[in-house]
């Protein structure tokens, strides 16, 4: 069995937003167009364009419909799930040929394939599904944190971040340094409140999620009017008023 490294000083990781995320797979779609030509490249697809597909992913995404009952309000969840590389992570402590590690540099979760014999016991040890076994070469792969781009000196510094967050449309997933208590992403944990996943399992994942905002639908608590009133049309608007009458029935 491997062993982990000392609990990291820098741990590299995610905060994504629960509340802005809208689950339009931008992040899965990127992800898998990096990871197809880097680090763990290539990632499988097995018959992409049947009835059954199926292939290697690091980055899913699961919708929910969350109902709080007569009285309450409903909402959709979109749910990012990807490698969270827990400081406690199991899928390294089963691994028995060391393929699966933990960096002690910088708490990123690898997988070495050269050293992987396809055992799937890191994807049995793993409560988050975040292991993706790789049928055609026999290996496990998993998400890297794009280690390949976040390092990579031949990009401009800007671009240096995992391409899930770097093609984020509304800006749901946030990178940066979670054992730094003065980094942006750990600012925002803190004000936001994020929590891990399954936190009770103790394996101390470093991604952490921000939940959702309570809805607000009192008109007077986002700060709108009560009541819209017809604008009056100023002189030389009556063209445009006719002409946004006529579209509006």
Wanted: hydrophobic residues 30%; proline residues 8%.
């Amino acid at each position: 069995m491997t062993s982990l490294p000392p609990e990291t000083q820098k741990k590299l990781g995610l905060v994504i937003d629960l509340d802005t995320c809208v689950g339009c797979h931008a992040c899965a779609t990127n992800c898998k167009e990096w990871n197809t030509g880097g680090h763990s490249a290539p990632l499988t697809d097995v018959n992409p364009y049947s009835r059954d597909p199926d292939g290697v992913w690091f980055n899913r995404i699961h919708s929910f419909e969350i109902d709080r009952g007569a009285n309450g309000v409903g909402m959709t969840v979109n749910f990012p799930r990807s490698c969270l590389h827990c400081e406690k992570a199991a899928c390294v402590t089963v691994c028995p040929t060391g393929a699966s590690y933990k960096r002690a540099e910088d708490g990123i979760v690898l997988v070495n394939d050269e050293k992987c014999i396809g055992c799937k016991l890191c994807s049995w040890a793993c409560p988050y599904g975040a292991r993706e076994f790789d049928v055609t070469k026999g290996v496990m792969k998993k998400c890297t944190l794009c280690i390949d781009r976040i390092y990579n000196e031949n990009l401009d510094e800007i671009d240096r971040q995992p391409a899930c967050v770097i093609t984020c449309p509304v800006g749901a997933r946030h990178f940066g340094d979670l054992g730094d208590p003065g980094s942006e992403v750990s600012k925002l944990v803190v004000a936001r409140h994020g929590r891990d996943l399954m936190p009770e399992m103790g394996y101390k994942p470093t991604n952490k999620y921000l939940p959702p905002r309570p809805r607000k639908l009192d008109p007077a608590l986002l700060g709108a009017p009560l009541e819209l009133k017809p604008r009056k049309t100023k002189k030389g608007e009556k063209i445009l008023a006719w002409v946004d009458n006529l579209l509006s029935r």
